[in-house]
């Protein structure tokens, strides 16, 4: 007999969702014989499988171990390891800086995503266990582009994951990003237009009058400061389309600087030489109207180094000081990097 209570993560579900993360490999049909023989019990008592289950439910499964190993499945979550540069965290939701070149989630290569690290980050700190990974799995709840960098918000519990999972489908959660781009744009805008996605290309096209599988997509910005050859943009994601930033603005004339695939490259050759190999595109700043809190990560050094040597830098420092009240040549310092109110 194998008895396992009901803990906060897993509580409001449904009781045979449960049981399929517990018993993974065992088909449904499983499920409801052994509920019907009470050879699976919730509370002592016989169980349909529809209850909704409550933290304290004890569930009882009456199975040897051999059949309970076999349905159960011998497969690890993954799970890896690296310093993660963290924005802010509270005991359901985490807040993480995702370096350019880090996937957001995982891919079919097996390569390790932030998903994994965060994962990992979990275990080491003892936040998480072992036995809870088998019903619960912390994940992300927004996606960057592998060369975008910026803040990822991932839930650490249910409620974390829920609370996350509902500001971004409200589109309550302001995203703002910063980006660098070709040519000189000196007035705020707001642009609508349609994008379609080629799943064999994974490339996206945008187009202001509406077409088959086309979605919607709004994009803003806001110039901080131009010095004739590029501008510097804030940019405000409306709707979070794959790729919508770059294809957006590629499309106005006005491409990311490092953008391979919606880019300039004569434009992008220029600054090879500084080691720019992808878009500088920076989730920077994430604000919560709902809940009066406002979160910043400055941008990578590369992204920086680019903005001094463009004299844009002054640009940036009064935006950040206007915008989350971060002092000047306090870049890299790591005072005041994020702000919660």
Do not use: W
Request: glycine share 8%; aromatic share 8%; hydrophobic share 35%.
């Amino acid at each position: 007999m194998k008895k396992f209570i009901i803990e906060e993560n897993e509580a409001g579900q449904r009781f045979d969702k449960y049981l399929a993360k517990l018993l993974k490999e065992a088909p449904k049909s499983f499920f409801y014989k052994m509920l019907r023989k009470k050879n699976i019990t919730l509370n002592g008592k016989k169980a349909t499988g529809n209850e909704k289950l409550l933290k304290g439910d004890t569930i009882k499964l009456f199975l040897s171990d051999e059949t309970f190993d076999k349905f159960a499945g011998s497969t690890q979550i993954a799970r890896d390891y690296c310093e993660l540069d963290i924005i802010y965290e509270d005991a359901d939701i985490i807040i993480i800086n995702k370096p350019a070149g880090m996937l957001s989630q995982p891919a079919d290569d097996g390569e390790s995503s932030l998903v994994e690290y965060l994962i990992g980050y979990l275990l080491k700190k003892g936040e998480l266990t072992e036995e809870q990974l088998k019903t619960f799995k912390p994940s992300v709840c927004n996606r960057l582009d592998r060369n975008t960098s910026g803040m990822v918000c991932a839930g650490k519990s249910l409620a974390g994951l829920q609370f996350l999972s509902g500001i971004f489908h409200d589109r309550t959660l302001h995203k703002y990003y910063l980006c660098l781009v070709k040519g000189k744009l000196d007035k705020p805008a707001h642009i609508k237009g349609y994008l379609h996605k080629d799943k064999k290309t994974n490339k996206v096209t945008v187009s202001k009058q509406e077409f088959p599988d086309s979605l919607p997509i709004e994009t803003a910005y806001r110039p901080l400061g131009s010095n004739g050859k590029m501008t510097l943009l804030e940019v405000e994601l409306i709707t979070g389309r794959t790729h919508q930033i770059r294809a957006h603005l590629a499309g106005t004339g006005h491409p990311l600087l490092g953008d391979t695939k919606y880019g300039d490259n004569e434009f992008n050759k220029q600054y090879t030489r500084h080691g720019v190999k992808h878009q500088l595109l920076h989730a920077y700043r994430l604000v919560i109207p709902e809940t009066d809190q406002a979160f910043v990560a400055p941008v990578p050094e590369l992204f920086f180094k680019i903005i001094n040597e463009e004299h844009l830098q002054e640009a940036y420092h009064e935006n950040l000081e206007r915008s989350m009240g971060l002092r000047k040549n306090d870049h890299h310092s790591g005072a005041d990097r994020n702000t919660h109110k």
